[in-house]
């Protein structure tokens, strides 16, 4: 129900777009209601919040890593959240994963409630 896309290999210091979009009758119809995170997993860690984004947009958190060079914004008419990242870091690679759940925004990765598939991010030096 969610579909994470944008991922690709980069060069140090370039830029990509992540989005993340709902589909099925509980997420495109009242994606508004849910908080969206961005999560990241690199091999052999854990899984980690990026960044997170309240219902209406205002309300955002970024992991202290990304910030600066990570931007989350949201675009309920298209179900759709997006992570904008410049200036990559080898260590930004990873798989990414969007994911939502009701209420407040909170970062822990074990109260979102619905999760995408993932998108490989790989940034060479």
């Known amino acids: 129900q969610l579909q994470a896309s944008g991922g690709g290999l980069v060069q140090a210091g370039g830029s990509l777009r992540l989005s993340c979009a709902a589909s099925?009758?509980?997420?495109?119809?009242?994606?508004?209601?849910?908080?969206m995170g961005w999560f990241r997993q690199a091999p052999g860690k854990e899984r980690d919040i990026v960044a997170a984004?309240?219902?209406?947009?205002?309300?955002?958190y970024y992991a202290d890593s990304v910030k600066g060079r990570f931007t989350i914004s949201r675009d309920n008419a298209k179900n759709t959240v997006y992570l904008q990242m410049n200036s990559l870091k080898p260590e930004d690679t990873a798989v990414y994963y969007c994911?939502?759940?009701?209420?407040?925004?909170?970062?822990?990765?074990?109260?979102?409630?619905?999760w995408g598939q993932g998108t490989q991010v790989t940034v060479s030096s």
């Open positions: 994911a939502a759940k009701g209420g407040s925004l909170v970062t822990g990765r074990l109260q979102y409630d619905y």
């Open positions: 099925g009758r509980t997420l495109s119809s009242t994606l508004s209601s849910y908080v």
């Open positions: 984004i309240g219902k209406s947009g205002v309300i955002t």
